[in-house]
């Protein structure tokens, strides 16, 4: 509840009045190097979401966190249409952990803008073991549109 609270505060705090899209998605790791880039929603995992048709994103926060040890994680939260793109929020950190996704207040973009889509993108070393679907780490975000 108090999580809830703090992004409500977050997200109307810049006057956003506000609709929201979500972002949930989960990802196993293969030992070794990865990577998923574009629009895709993998195993039902929301990882894409379509920004409503003239909305446009105005910020995020959530989190992304890394659930076993021996893993280097960039993360980046993209939104555009394929070939052109704005990358919205990145990071780069070692697992386990989990750290805050927190963009400031987004400019009026055209890249933002509905039809368009916001999606994760990562690549990552596992110098550990495989893991299974979903046990590698996860992103939880949420975008307030306007």
Known sequence: MRNMI???????SSGVMADTVSIGIQ???P???????GCQNPNGYVGCVRIPAGKTI????GTVTI?????ELLQHIVCGVP???ETIWQAEFLGPGTIPIVTPVLPLDNLL???NSCWTEHQAINTGSSTPDGGGFEVQA???TN
């Open 6 to 12: 703090v992004l409500s505060s977050l997200l109307f």
């Open 27 to 29: 990802y196993g790791l």
């Open 31 to 37: 030992s070794g190097f990865s990577s998923q880039s």
């Open 58 to 61: 105005r910020q995020c926060t």
């Open 67 to 71: 659930k076993v040890p021996n893993v």
């Open 83 to 85: 070939g052109r793109t």
């Open 113 to 115: 803008t509905g039809p």
């Open 142 to 144: 949420i975008c307030a």
